[in-house]
């Protein structure tokens, strides 16, 4: 297989994971369940749910929702920006490498 061939199929390949990636949170997020996830039920369970103090840092999006949208768009929307965060996360780190490569240095460990 010649290399743009085989760059084509990697991008295409890609360009469907990340469209999945976002169907999955448009279509299947708001359907996510409101009860406690596991940290916070084992919480309640062995009763110290109660001593949880507030975070060093506050995040914007803290419990996948936005301030002052309604609740399915909320949990959309934080959904997408933290699926766009993360592809950029990966794609710059991809980026440093495949440079790091091309120029003959390795990353030290």
């Given at each position: 297989?010649?290399?743009?061939?085989?760059?084509?199929?990697?991008?295409?390949?890609?360009?469907?994971?990340?469209?999945?990636?976002?169907?999955?949170?448009?279509?299947?997020?708001?359907?996510?369940s409101t009860w406690p996830d596991?940290?916070?039920?084992?919480?309640?369970?062995?009763?110290?749910?109660?001593?949880?103090?507030?975070?060093?840092?506050?995040?914007?999006?803290?419990?996948?929702?936005?301030?002052?949208?309604?609740?399915?768009?909320?949990?959309?929307?934080?959904?997408?920006?933290?699926?766009?965060?993360?592809?950029?996360?990966?794609?710059?780190?991809?980026?440093?490498?495949?440079?790091?490569?091309?120029?003959?240095?390795?990353?030290?460990?």
């Open positions: 297989m010649k290399r743009e061939t085989r760059t084509r199929a990697t991008i295409g390949f890609a360009a469907g994971m990340v469209a999945v990636a976002i169907g999955i949170v448009v279509f299947l997020a708001p359907l996510a596991g940290l916070d039920s084992t919480a309640e369970k062995l009763g110290f749910a109660g001593r949880a103090v507030e975070g060093i840092i506050k995040t914007p999006l803290a419990d996948y929702s936005v301030p002052g949208l309604p609740a399915p768009w909320s949990t959309i929307v934080a959904g997408l920006v933290g699926t766009v965060l993360a592809l950029a996360v990966g794609l710059g780190l991809a980026y440093i490498l495949k440079a790091t490569r091309r120029h003959g240095t390795r990353v030290s460990r």
